[in-house]
T-cell receptor, first 114, second 113 residues
Framework: DAGITQSPRHKVTETGTPVTLRCHQTENHRYMYWYRQDPGHGLRLIHYSYGVKDTDKGEVSDGYSVSRSKTEDFLLTLESATSSQTSVYFC?????????????FGSGTQLSVL | GENVEQHPSTLSVQEGDSAVIKCTYSDSASNYFPWYKQELGKRPQLIIDIRSNVGEKKDQRIAVTLNKTAKHFSLHITETQPEDSAVYFCAASKGGGTYKYIFGTGTRLKVLA
């Protein structure tokens, strides 16, 4: 498995509180992604990064922000968590420089917003 | 916008039979089509992929076919085994600096012993 670590693995929080999820990679891959997985919706892209301090929105970015200050770390922040953000969050990485577009996922974070 | 439709949402087959899952994509610029397998409580894992310059690719009991004209691609699993039971996701990507993958909604495959 690719060296991707997500933390925490599980989190329960209350509506209105800020939450930060962390993704750490040891592969030195350029691209990093945050997806959320919900029943009936599959995997939906929240934000992605194509380099340090270079990020862009995905299809469900409202209510989320990201930061990437180092190649190895990609943070996802819920500024004020809502119940609709209860989901499983997956970080993923890929490296395009070699022409290799394979996407590798972390183990996921189960987030419950009460 | 970009969209990937996946069918069926659930599929039950007898052990030893074949399973076929189909996906249709909307963006004709898509050129990379991976398939992921996700076991219960685990991460999605890449099982096979195909690029737009190839019509078919096989890896043991798994194969993927691509029809660019119709904009659809399919996953074929032969001689299914209980360990093939999982959720399978297709995806499409345009690559070329826009590495945004659009995923299908998943197919839950159950292989009955």
């Amino acid at each position: 498995d690719a060296g991707i670590t997500q933390s925490p693995r599980h989190k329960v929080t209350e509506t209105g509180t800020p939450v930060t999820l962390r993704c750490h990679q040891t592969e030195n891959h350029r691209y990093m992604y945050w997806y959320r997985q919900d029943p009936g919706h599959g995997l939906r892209l929240i934000h992605y990064s194509y380099g340090v301090k270079d990020t862009d929105k995905g299809e469900v970015s409202d209510g989320y922000s990201v930061s990437r200050s180092k190649t190895e770390d990609f943070l996802l922040t819920l500024e004020s968590a809502t119940s609709s953000q209860t989901s499983v969050y997956f970080c993923a990485i890929s490296e395009s420089a070699r022409g290799d577009e394979k996407l590798f996922f972390g183990s996921g974070t189960q987030l419950s917003v009460l | 916008g970009e969209n990937v439709e996946q069918h069926p949402s659930t599929l039950s087959v007898q052990e030893g039979d074949s399973a076929v899952i189909k996906c249709t994509y909307s963006d004709s610029a898509s050129n990379y089509f991976p398939w992921y397998k996700q076991e219960l409580g685990k991460r999605p894992q890449l099982i096979i992929d195909i690029r737009s310059n190839v019509g078919e690719k096989k890896d043991q009991r798994i194969a993927v076919t691509l029809n660019k004209t119709a904009k659809h691609f399919s996953l074929h699993i032969t001689e299914t085994q209980p360990e093939d039971s999982a959720v399978y996701f297709c995806a499409a990507s345009k690559g070329g600096g826009t590495y945004k993958y659009i995923f299908g909604t998943g197919t839950r495959l159950k292989v009955l012993a």
